[in-house]
């Protein structure tokens, strides 16, 4: 499923993909399995959510994100490290870090690696048309040597270089 993600942020602008029929269609004519091109869809699909997915910001300046149990078990430390990172620096302000939990923990995966966070992170990005500064964008495209996840990383990694 990650795989289709990177396939978009290469192939569409987040205005200019096609209706998901259409969409489902061409991603199998480039060779997507049905089972992950389905997962895909209905990934992309919470992306929009209630009222665009996006939450109130926090009514206190300096207020803290404060992690669920299973936010905890699924996000790791390098994770919600990362979330912090961006979210201190200014490239993603409340209602998206909670679209980026959010999104993080509709992936099957028992534990969300970082390198599927950064991805899941560039999704969201592109699904609101989120600028981002070009050092946080460089460090999304960073790879985790740490993590098994290395196809995705050179994939994404692959977007900018075109």
Known sequence: MID???YLFENYLPDACPEPEVLARKLSAAGFGSDDISAALAWLDGLAGPEGGRCSPPALAGSIRIYGEEELDRLSTACRGFISFLEQNGAIDASLREAIIERALAL?????????????????VWRYRHEVDALILEELLAEDDDDADQGADEDVTRILLN
């Open 4 to 6: 289709i993600l990177v």
């Open 108 to 124: 099957p995966d028992d534990e969300i690696t970082l390198d599927r966070l950064k991805v899941i992170v560039l999704a969201v």
